[in-house]
């Protein structure tokens, strides 16, 4: 498999720009949200991994945190799997990915197709695991959106939680497949 050549800064950097607060953010603060962001998703992959999770074959250990479905039909949305955290449940669109597991394979890529499946569970992994433990990485480190006197309003950046899942992914089963990162729901 053609491995991504970002390093997880660089890709850091690239999804924050997707944030719809991105503009808000001193370029000074960003480089310490990413930093913060990727250490996060180190430390929870550490620790899953000293916990004794199979990175091959994840779903033992992640059901023990809840329920995965492993749905046949299309995604509502233009997305391969999701979380619901009310719920306890990730949903892993089976279609959605075989999709891509093709796509990729008539591009060339050299794909495993059950590491691809790893990939969005453990994505969805560490969004049931940010909860649980500490709150969300987005919610921990907020920015101020608007100051007036002793006014001033903080909000979360989403795709903090993005950059730790990926962090975290990573530190699990190493990098990922070139193309799936140019995706939007990443
Ligand atoms: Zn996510």
Sequence with gaps: MEELSLDMTGLGQLLLK??????????????????????????????????????DKPCAYIEKYCKINFLRHKAPLPIYSECLLKDGTINIYCSEIDNLYLKLSE???MVDRNRLYNIFL???????????????????????????????IKRGISQLSEIAANSFLRTIIGGLPIKYICKEDL
């Design 18 to 55: 997707r944030d719809i607060l991105y503009n808000k953010i001193s370029s000074r603060e960003r480089n310490g949200l990413i930093e913060f962001a990727i250490e996060s998703g180190e430390e929870a992959g550490l620790k899953v991994l000293a916990d004794g999770i199979d990175k």
């Design 107 to 109: 591009e060339g890529y």
């Design 122 to 152: 453990l994505h969805e992994f560490f969004h049931v695991l940010e909860e649980r433990e500490s709150g969300s990485v987005s919610s921990i480190r907020k920015i101020k959106v608007f100051k007036f006197l002793f006014w001033e």
